[in-house]
C-alpha cells in the first residue's frame, strides 16, 4: 500500500474533546483527502475554553514529519455565564467555614472540582445561581493553599500554618575591629519559608537572606570605625516567633583624630599627630591652589588619608605622602559647580567614600567610583554647611549642618530627611566647623576653626571648648583624622 492511501494519526490533549476517527475521502486522480471526526462536550463552565488537536502524518521513510496541532476556542453554553467566589477566600490555622457563592442563569449547570482533602464542600454539582457550603480543616503543618474550580472559575483557598523555627549555632559573632564574617543554619517544615534581616547597615547579610526550608545565612561585617557596637540578625517563619543572632565588634581604640591643614597657597598638606600646638608631623605637596581637601580611611586600614576634589573629581590617596591618586579620578554624576565634596563611612563597613552637599541636598556614594548617589536626603538650608560624622558612635556616619550665621549646629543619627537628632549653639558666626572623635571614645563630636585656632569640644552640646590647638594659619582650611 502506498503511504499516500495510509490515514494520519490523531490525538488530543483536551479532556472535552474525542476523536471519533479518520474517513478517508473517495480515492481519485491527485492527492489523498481525509476528514477528522471529533466530538466536542457542551461547555458549561461559563467561559471561554481552549481545545485543541494534533495530526500526525505517514511518513515512507523512519523519519516523520512534524505533527501539526490545530486549536480552537468555545465559548460557553449559549445563555449561561458564570460568576464564582469563595466567602472567605483565607483561613486560619484552625480552619473554618465558608462560602462558593455562585451566580448564573435558571437552568445553566455548574460543578464543583479539584478539592483538596483538607476543604469537604456539598453539593459538587447544581444548577442555577447557588451558594454552596464548605469546611477547611485545622492545619498541623505548614501553610498551604488550593485552587479549586468553582463553576469554570479557579479560587484559590489559603490556609495560615504552624511552623517551627531552629537556628543552629552561628560563628563570628563577636568580631574584631577590623571585621569578618560569620553565618548560621535555618531550619523549620517542609512548605515553611523564612526570612533574615539586619538591624544595622553595617550588619550585611551575604546570604541565605530568604529561604526554606532549611538554608544558611551568611554575614560580614566591615572594619569598625567607632565605637565598639552590636547588631542583631532577625529570623522569621509564618506562624512561630521570631529568632535573633547578636553579632558584636570591638572598639576601635587606635588614637584619637588629631589636626591638620592644607594650604591651597602652595599645595601642602601639614598633618599633626597630636590635639596640641606645634609644627607640622608631617607634610607633604598633594594638589593645587583651589583644592578642596578631604579626609578618609579609603582603603579601611584604619589609617585617615587626604584626598582633593579638582573640577568636581575625586582625587584620594591611600598614604600621606606626595604622589599620584590610589583611587582613579572619579566624579559622582550630576556634579555642579558649587558643590562642596563630602567623606563619611555612610554604611558603616569600614570603608570612607564620598558624597556632595548641593544647596541643602546631601548627595552619599557608597563606593569610590563613578556612579549616581546611592543616597539623597533633604536636610538643612542651602546656606548651610555641611558637617557629617558618627554622632551617636554606631559605626556609621550621618549627616549634620552648621548654620554660621548664628553658630548652630543640627545633627542626624541617620542618613534621612527628618529634625535634628541633636542641636545646640557652639562657635562663634561665621567659624569653620569641624568634626572627630578627640578622645577615643568611638563618638564624633564637633569643633570649630577661628583663625588659625581649633575650639574641640568632647561632647555634642553647648558648652565650653575640652580642647584649645593653635595650628595653621588663619587661611588655612582644615583636615581632621587618624593619621597614623
Known sequence: MSVCDALPTVSTGSTFVTIVGVVPRTAGPGPSFADIIINVSPNNTG????????????????????PTTFTFTQGPA????????????????????????ITTGAGCTWTITGLPTWISASPLSGSGSSTVNFTVAANTGAPRSATVTVAGQNITITQAGTCTLTLGTATGTSLPVTGGTGSFTVTTLAGCTYTATSSAPWLV?????????????????????????SATITVTAPGVPAQTVTVSQAPDLAGPDTVGMFRSSNGFFYLRFSNTSGNADTDFFYGTAGDVPLSGDWDAD?????????????????????????VPAFAISGTQPGDIPLAGDWDGNGSTTVGLFRAGVFLLRNSNTAGPADVVINYALPTDTPIVGDWDGDGVTTIG????????????????????????????????????DWDNDGVTTIGVFRAGTFFLRNSNTAGVANLTVNYGLATDRPVIGRWQ
Not at 481545545?51 to 516523520?64: A, Q
Not at 460568576?83 to 473554618?96: D, E
Open 78 to 101: 449559549s445563555g449561561c455565564t458564570y460568576t464564582a467566589t469563595a466567602v472567605p477566600a483565607s483561613f486560619p490555622v484552625a480552619g473554618g467555614t465558608g462560602q462558593f457563592q
Open 302 to 326: 584604619g589609617v585617615t588619608t587626604i584626598g582633593i576634589f579638582r573640577n568636581g573629581q575625586f582625587f584620594l590617596r591611600n598614604s600621606n605622602t606626595a604622589g599620584f591618586a590610589d
Open 401 to 436: 549642618l552648621f548654620r554660621a550665621s548664628v553658630a548652630f549646629f543640627g545633627l542626624r543619627n541617620s542618613n534621612t530627611a527628618g529634625p535634628a537628632d541633636l542641636q545646640f549653639f557652639f562657635g562663634a558666626p561665621n567659624d569653620v566647623p569641624v568634626a572627630g
Open 47 to 66: 467561559a471561554n475554553r481552549t481545545g485543541s488537536v494534533t495530526v500526525t502524518l505517514p511518513s515512507e521513510t523512519s523519519t516523520s514529519p512534524p
Open 205 to 229: 547579610i551575604t546570604g541565605g537572606a530568604s529561604g526554606g526550608p532549611t538554608g544558611t545565612v551568611t554575614f560580614s561585617v566591615g572594619r569598625n570605625s567607632g565605637a565598639a557596637r
